[in-house]
């Protein structure tokens, strides 16, 4: 950003421009107050570097005019420098990792697959927002607390797989408590969960009710993901002697219970049943939960009259110094 602190001052350019455009004017009509007979076709013939430095005198002269305005109008070059400050929205992603996410539904990835895709779109959208992981099987962990540092989130994401066969329960509610404990002592404008999974509860010390009520207690928002249906979903699975197939498996996807917690806790609930439906919840849940962002802009400001100054002193220096002894005229 550049700009002149003294602006008014740049008024005076075409008094300077008129006084430059004077002494040349001076200059052509000749001012010596001696006159020789016959020099004027003697110095018609004469070539001197000299004699053109001499005419250039007048718009030396002017230059250094032209500099002093620009340098007394305190010329000025700026960085601008933004701060946001904002308690924006914190958010807590509830992934499901238990068995059934392993279904192959959702082609060509499985559903856990395409929703670490849809995630991952998510937070990259959300800059200004502190965003935490949590995963469940039949035991509920946290994978990356609330963080402003989206590129660990996004490794930390990427790590998440199936929970052990051995955990491969669906505990809802336990997952669901993991991230309102999360976000208790949270003071963003806006407290969210963002649950997802493909099953119903059968696991945990927690129901889903009580988790909901206590996000409701809180006064955390949740959005429930259901994905799939009810039915049978392809599942690649391997026999005693490691050969894969594929076949087909039932799951049971409980849509009541999602609906429930998200009217619990003033959220919604979406199903979806491909990947680009999962894109378009995760965009719609990033409408809904938009950061609210108070700026601040500030300017610091170089001063670079020196650029202007020094150049015209020492273009003064120079033109006084000729004039007063290569090219001193008669008087």
């Excluded at 053109?52 to 005198?57: D, H, Q, T």
């Excluded at 995630?119 to 992981?133: A, H, T, V």
């Excluded at 991230?179 to 927690?206: M, P």
């Amino acid at each position: 950003m550049f700009r002149f602190a003294s602006g008014w001052v740049l008024a005076l350019l075409p008094a300077a421009i008129a006084v430059a455009y004077w002494m040349g004017r001076r200059r052509n009509r000749g001012d010596a107050r001696v006159s020789l007979p016959q020099t004027g076709a003697l110095l018609s013939k004469m070539s001197s570097p000299w004699v053109a430095l001499e005419g250039l005198l007048p718009w030396l002269r002017g230059l250094i005019l032209l500099l002093l305005v620009l340098g007394i109008a305190r010329p000025q070059s700026g960085s601008r420098i933004e701060t946001t400050s904002t308690l924006g929205v914190d958010i807590v992603i509830v992934q499901d990792t238990s068995e059934s996410m392993r279904g192959e539904d959702f082609a060509p990835d499985n559903r856990l697959a395409a929703a670490k895709k849809s995630i991952r779109s998510f937070i990259e959208e959300r800059d200004n927002d502190r965003i935490g992981l949590v995963a469940f099987g039949s035991l509920a962990t946290t994978r990356c607390p609330l963080t402003l540092d989206h590129e660990m989130l996004q490794q930390m994401l990427d790590e998440v797989d199936f929970s052990p066969r051995e955990e491969g329960g669906t505990a809802i509610g336990m997952g669901l408590a993991t991230a309102v404990n999360r976000l208790r002592d949270s003071n963003a404008r806006s407290r969210v969960v963002v649950l997802l999974t493909d099953g119903a509860n059968n696991e945990g010390q927690i129901g889903p009710e009580a988790a909901a009520e206590a996000a409701k207690a809180l006064g955390v928002r949740v959005y429930t993901i259901g994905v799939g249906s009810t039915g049978q979903v392809p599942l690649t699975v391997q026999d005693r002697r490691g050969r894969r197939y594929v076949q087909m498996q039932y799951f049971e996807l409980d849509e009541e219970l999602l609906q429930s917690i998200a009217d619990t806790t003033g959220g919604e609930y979406f199903n979806v049943r491909d990947s680009g439906a999962m894109e378009a919840v995760f965009e719609t849940i990033d409408e809904l939960e938009k950061t609210e962002i108070e700026s601040r802009e500030r300017v610091l400001y170089r001063e670079l009259f020196a650029w202007m100054l020094f150049p015209a002193v020492g273009l003064l220096f120079l033109e006084r110094t000729l004039v007063g002894t290569r090219l001193r005229r008669i008087p």
